[in-house]
């Protein structure tokens, strides 16, 4: 990466941060929703779900998950939204690169959902949840968690290109937040309808689940981690080519 570049990064991380830290509203959201998500899922659905194990230990992954999901949302509108009011448009006629103006919304949303994962871990800490990770595992489930976010991130930016509005940008994440009920994060597969097993089981948030939760809770998790890694760098090379299509697309004079 020239200097030039790198500065262009640096500039528009920090910028998309600054609108981050404004938007009070998604601030509260992001702080309060964990919490809430935590007591919901262990106190009203969590006597309710058997899994072998207390509940608040196999569910940690999967709220982490969702809030990532919900996460997500908020870089679709920023990317639709810088779009919508033209301020790409001034971008460009400064000779900023596309790659610049949009890996700093995801980076900007990596910054937000590795928050929102500590608040995760620390309200599961103080409803009881305990980790039995070595310094390893610990590493590979960060690891793992990173990268999610990063295609997740992508993923959602190659959405707000694609949207006529930031209220469609919006809309088009719902399949994004829905992925983590219709898999293992939340209740076992095997107790899922037979229809829909498959599809639970052969989708990228199981696999991340099941990666996450082995690791913290120092379990087998078989090959897991590796289609979890390959889900996610086929899913972020695929939003980082289409991302880089569309904003061409938009973009184009």
Known sequence: ??????????????????????NVEALIMSIAL?????????????GAIQTGTEYVTYVVPGVMLLCVSFGSAMTA???ANDLKEGIVDRLRTLDVGGAAVISGHVFASLARNVVSSALVLGVAFALGFRPHAHAGQWLAALGILVLTIAAVSWLSACMGLLAGTPEAASGYTFSITFLPYASSAFVPIDTMPSWLRGFAGNQPVTPITESLRGLLLDQPVGTAPWRAVAWCAGIMLVSILAAALLFRTKTRT
Not at 1 to 21: N, P
Not at 35 to 45: A, D, N, P
């Open 1 to 22: 990466m020239s200097s030039t570049a790198l500065t262009q990064w640096t500039v528009l991380s920090g910028r998309a941060l600054r609108l981050g830290r404004r």
């Open 34 to 46: 964990p919490v809430m998500l935590m007591i919901v899922f262990v106190y009203l659905f969590g």
């Open 77 to 79: 509108v920023s990317v």
